[in-house]
Antibody, heavy 117, light 110 residues
């Protein structure tokens, strides 16, 4: 299993960024996928989850209304569109595969998002 | 769902055993045997080390074990080694969104 995030970088407050996660080594459309973030030096925060066929999505309150999770099963790719970014959204963003027991059994290496004014 | 409560730090000497607790509620840990634990070394991604409360993924050392009593889950590391020094996070399915992690525990091997 390999998960590779991309798309992180510097963005101004109020701006937008789109993160991607390229998946390989497993049957992508058989698993729900999540985004988890971590402010450097702080704990893990669950951000969003999308079911296998993309038909249902769920968000943490901090992401609701601003972030959109999506997936393209034909390209084995997970995405996170982040709009109206705030300084407190600055973090390393990880994509993770949801195992059969609601565990996060595989993680990407993370991509750093820095939101500054 | 409320956050899961972990001690901020624990420590132990090489060869000793330590236990990290994860306190939840009757709505999460108390209702499901779906607790998982993650190990994170500095600058690295988290790694799953326990799932379904007590099971170890392939390749994870048998020195790591999980258990549960009531609303509290625990991770025990026996025969501490220097390489075990890391942050540890718990996570429990709660049947509802949002999902939350424990606050994390920093393990120091003295």
């Amino acid at each position: 299993v390999q998960l590779v995030e991309s798309g992180g970088g510097f963005v101004q407050v109020g701006g937008s960024l789109r993160l991607s996660c390229a998946a390989s080594g497993f049957t992508f459309d058989s698993y729900a996928m999540t985004w988890v973030r971590q402010v450097p030096g702080k704990g893990l925060e669950w951000v969003s989850v999308i079911v296998r066929n993309g038909g249902r999505t769920y968000y943490a309150d901090s992401a609701k209304g601003r972030f959109t999770i999506s997936r393209d099963n034909s390209k084995n790719t997970l995405s996170l569109q982040m709009n109206s970014l705030r300084a407190e959204d600055s973090a390393v963003y990880y994509c993770a595969k949801l195992g059969g027991s609601y565990d996060l059994d595989s993680w990407g290496q993370g991509t750093l998002v820095t939101v500054s004014s | 769902q409320s956050a899961l409560t972990q001690p901020a730090s624990v420590s132990g000497s090489p060869g000793q055993s330590i236990t990290i607790s994860c306190i939840g509620t009757s709505s999460d840990i108390g209702s499901f045997n779906l607790v998982s634990w993650y190990q994170q070394h500095p600058g690295k991604a988290p790694k799953l080390i326990i799932y379904e409360t007590t099971k170890r993924p392939s390749g994870v050392s048998i020195r790591f074990s999980g258990s549960k009593s009531g609303n509290t889950a625990s991770l025990t590391i026996s025969g501490l080694q220097a390489e075990d020094e890391a942050d540890y996070y718990c996570w429990s399915y709660a049947g509802s969104i949002p999902w939350v992690f424990g606050g994390g525990t920093k393990l120091t091997v003295l």
